[in-house]
């Protein structure tokens, strides 16, 4: 018999605002000293009360808005009640009631052609904090300043068949996200993670098999390996009898390639949700709707369809360019500023591109301020400033957002001069010191020149327009 | 009568109770759980008193998470007086030690105390005075009140704690706060008549002591009947336990307040440092409480407890399209002995009077023995009338 998987995703994203969701604590804690980014309020204390951070709201509406979810213009938080020590205050606040958004739709695409995921429900809820094993004390400490940090949890209903298309719809919730500006959806920085629901059933079937909740996969590959596995474990039970499935959560262990089920005492229990009554209804009137709405990106397919029609860019410019948010802000900007599409994709493309991998920045990292980029693009177009040391230029700019080309041409003597007493004496000069690369070039090796050039325009600091020197250069030697 | 006694010279004296977390003392919430807690953040309400000059004179002892009926459970002890139980608070202002108390009003000992000790309460309207740096325990309906020897001690007070605060989410604005403290004049009160009915016959004296009172004093008072206001008591019960579950989870023994030394592993820790510390009023509440909140019950008991608490208002509103305010007792007697606490869970009954205005958020002010409860913003209005009525406490 040919038998399907089932598959549904509960995607957790770390939303990529500044502070934490009920409490001004910093929510970039990645790295830092234990313990550093905490405050009465995500420890828990007594007496503290949450105030929403409203950005998290935005975010949320953001997230739901990209994956075409409908909004609940009221939305609630309630508290989800279970013990664990990074928990401090033995409860989550989350959204059980009343979600931020609901009904939503992701197409993703795979070899097999295009297909829609439907969306459950986005919800917001802060995370828990981490516990650190240490083996030499045998002690287990605890590190708060992942509590409060704010999530949104996104569910699928299960109409994922494969881990190919597992694959593409994270890679897919990664990209819209990140494109929102909303989440930066790593991995392996914990800033998304996945729980894998999963069931098998006779091809053509419509009644759902035995669903198995899988936790703990740290990568793509990792999900990928436990759906193969997990969907054989299935199909064995079935089939041969080996063993009684039954409705459970499962840890995947990747090092030893196997699903174990998790204690029954780890997964059972009542979360006894109840409305928080500590925070008041969120309601989403609609200028605040609205707002959100129209800050919101063009998806990344018609950005790249919009560079070739409208720009005129190849079609492997504009795949580039639209990999990332960054890159087409700054793109868009630059191409403002120099007006010519090709030139802002041609530096993009290549020098920007060059820095990003020399400083080991993610597309995403790109603080450089576009509009100064098409001014630097406009300094070389117009012959202001030479390619060379436009390029020193720009690597002033990625260090330091503020630098404004033309100031910075001016104040390191980049700027192209006009006087051309000073590049004729140097001409004069360069020529009369090599006699040989003269006398080669009359005889017909016009490669010769390039040497005299070359140290004319090291003479000159590249500050001279090469097009000229190089007129100016044979116009001498012919006179002679 | 103190956990913690200050020296001050400030000319105006407050004592505040142990639900009202201090940083330089204990706030110990009554409970062995929370025995020699220092908290890292101060009530709001209590930093705005002291910026006005009250000098902070005692921390008093509460019964554990101030959920019983006058102190009785508190780890500090029941504290009494002739065999009559006190509320520790209200006795610090009747013997003049302090001019005001500053206390949470969690399940309605605070009104009993002052009723019996023939002072002045105020329970404001939810939601005009921070509960920022409180004991959480039934957050949607506990209020931080005062008590007094005059209204007008009660009043000055209040205008100094009332008002917006960004820290507290269900705050309101300063507008709505400022409305409630507004001079009124209270003109029908309603006599709850089905309320009376159960209390003895020292409290339907108080109550039509004080009639009498109100109709010297040009206030029309007319005994009107109503089935859905006594419903409060079973509705609140059941919210307050369940937040209260909730809210005392996270003394846990993991990070602060008790500890057991009798543990080999996580789920021992918690149970036993949970089962040695709590008392047994706690425990039931605790264990009710998470009954409600399963999945099984949610939507038969929680859910409808909800409801219940609308239908309450609506009751209220609809007298209030006819009346000014509503006048209850505060509790069933005016003495509670030692042998009254040999019913560890008579709190959740007697809390009857005293449930109304906790489910409702409405204000209430107990003067005279008895309990007026107002439309939500009319506290001002109450207090003004108590300070015309009231002879008691002059
Ligand atoms: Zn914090």
């Known amino acids: ?480 | 009568m103190y956990t913690v006694k200050f020296d001050t010279d400030a000319k105006l004296k407050v004592v505040a109770d142990s639900m009202i977390l201090t940083t330089d003392s204990e706030t110990n919430a009554g409970s062995k759980m929370l025995k020699g807690y220092k908290s890292l953040l101060e009530s709001e309400a209590l930093l705005k008193l002291k910026a006005a000059g009250y000098g902070l004179c005692g921390k008093t002892p509460v019964g554990e998470f101030a959920i019983d009926l006058l102190g009785e459970t508190s780890v500090d002890g029941a504290y009494t007086k002739d065999g009559a139980l006190m509320l520790a608070s209200a006795d610090a202002v009747k013997t003049g030690d302090a001019d005001i108390a500053l206390v949470l009003d969690v399940n309605g000992s605070v009104r009993r105390g002052t009723a019996q000790s023939g002072l002045i309460s105020v329970k404001p309207t939810y939601g005009t005075v921070s509960r920022y740096g409180t004991v959480p325990v039934a957050c949607s309906g506990e209020t931080v009140s005062l008590i007094g020897k005059t209204a007008e001690d009660c009043k000055n007070a209040l205008s100094v704690i009332s008002g917006h605060d960004d820290k507290d989410g269900t705050s309101l604005s300063d507008e709505l706060c400022k409305s409630a403290l507004s001079c009124g004049s209270v003109k029908r009160i309603a006599v709850l008549k089905s309320m009376t009915e159960g209390a003895d016959s020292c409290v339907k004296a108080k109550i039509d002591a004080f009639v009498n009172a109100l109709k010297e004093n040009g206030i029309e008072a007319c005994e009107i009947d109503d089935t859905v206001i006594v419903k409060s008591r079973a509705a609140w019960n059941i919210l307050m336990s369940a937040e209260l579950c909730n809210n005392v989870s996270r003394y846990d023994g993991v990070k602060y307040g008790y500890r057991t030394e009798n543990f080999t592993n996580l789920d021992e820790l918690y149970t036993n440092s949970r089962t040695e510390a709590f008392g047994q009023l706690l425990k039931t509440a605790i264990l009710f409480g998470s009954d409600t909140l399963s999945t099984e019950n949610y939507m038969k008991v929680y859910d409808k407890a909800l409801r219940v608490r609308r239908v309450v208002l609506e009751a209220f509103n609809k007298i209030f399209g006819e009346f000014d305010a509503v006048l209850m007792p505060a509790c069933s007697k005016m003495v509670y002995t030692e042998k009254d606490t040999e019913n560890k869970f008579l709190s959740y009954t007697e809390n009857l009077y005293t449930a109304p205005a906790s489910i409702t958020g409405l204000p209430a002010v107990v003067a005279c023995g008895v309990q007026l409860v107002g439309k939500a913003f009319s506290e001002g209005a109450l207090l003004d009338t108590v300070n015309a009525v009231c002879k008691e406490g002059k």
């Open chain 1, 1 to 480: 018999m040919r038998y399907e998987t089932v598959i549904g995703l509960e995607v957790h994203c770390e939303l990529a605002t500044d502070s934490k969701i009920f409490c001004s604590c910093s929510a970039h804690s990645y790295g830092a000293e234990p313990n550093s980014h905490v405050c009465p309020a995500c420890c828990g204390m007594p007496g503290m009360l949450p105030v929403v951070n409203k950005r998290v709201v935005d975010y949320g509406m953001k997230a739901g808005l990209m994956l075409n979810c409908h909004i609940n213009r009221v939305t609630t938080f309630d508290k989800k009640s279970y013990y664990y020590p990074d928990l401090p205050a033995a409860y989550q606040t989350t959204q059980w009631f009343a979600p931020v958004a609901v009904n939503g739709l992701v197409e993703i695409e795979t070899s097999k052609g295009k297909k829609n995921v439907r969306i459950k429900q986005i919800h917001m809820e802060e995370d828990a904090g981490k516990l650190v094993h240490d083996i030499r004390e045998d002690t287990t400490h605890v590190d708060f300043n992942r509590t409060s940090v704010p999530l949104i949890e996104i569910v699928s209903q299960p109409d994922l068949s494969s881990a190919e298309e597992v694959e593409a719809y994270l890679e897919r919730l990664k990209t819209l996200l990140r494109y929102a500006r909303v989440a930066e959806c790593e991995m392996a920085h914990g800033t998304m993670r996945c729980d894998v629901n999963l069931s098998v059933r006779p091809e053509g079937s419509d009644k759902l098999g035995v669903r198995t909740e899988m936790k703990n996969m740290n990568s793509i590959e990792a999900i990928k390996r436990a759906i193969e596995y997990e969907t054989s474990r299935h199909i064995d039970a079935i089939e041969n009898g080996t063993e009684v499935l039954v409705q459970e959560t499962r840890r995947w262990d990747d090092i030893k390639g196997k699903s174990y089920a998790m204690r029954s005492k780890e997964t059972a229990g009542d979360y006894r949700y109840f409305p928080d009554p500590n925070v008041m209804p969120v309601v989403i009137d609609d200028k605040w709707f609205d707002e959100i709405s129209e800050s919101l990106p063009e998806f990344p397919e018609v950005k790249r369809e919009r560079y070739m029609s409208e720009y005129g860019l190849s079609e492997y410019d504009s795949e580039q360019l639209a990999k990332s948010i960054a890159l087409c802000e700054c793109f868009e900007d630059a191409y403002s500023v120099c007006g010519s599409a090709k030139d802002a994709a041609n530096w993009m493309l290549s020098e920007v591109m060059s820095n990003l991998n020399a400083r080991q920045m993610t597309y995403d990292m790109l603080t450089l301020n576009g509009k100064a980029l098409g001014e630097l693009i406009t300094l070389v177009v117009d012959g202001k400033v030479g390619r060379a040391n436009a390029k020193k230029i720009l690597n002033a700019m990625f260090d330091d957002a503020s630098v404004s080309p033309a100031e910075y041409a001016e104040k390191n003597g980049f700027v192209i001069s006009n006087d051309t007493g000073l590049m004729d004496s140097v001409i004069k000069t360069m020529v009369a010191a090599d006699p040989k690369a003269v006398a080669d070039y009359k005889s017909g090796k016009e490669k010769a020149i390039m040497a005299i050039y070359g140290k004319c325009m090291k003479e000159l600091k590249g500050n001279c327009d090469p097009q000229t020197l190089r007129t100016k250069l044979i116009e001498y030697i012919n006179s002679l």
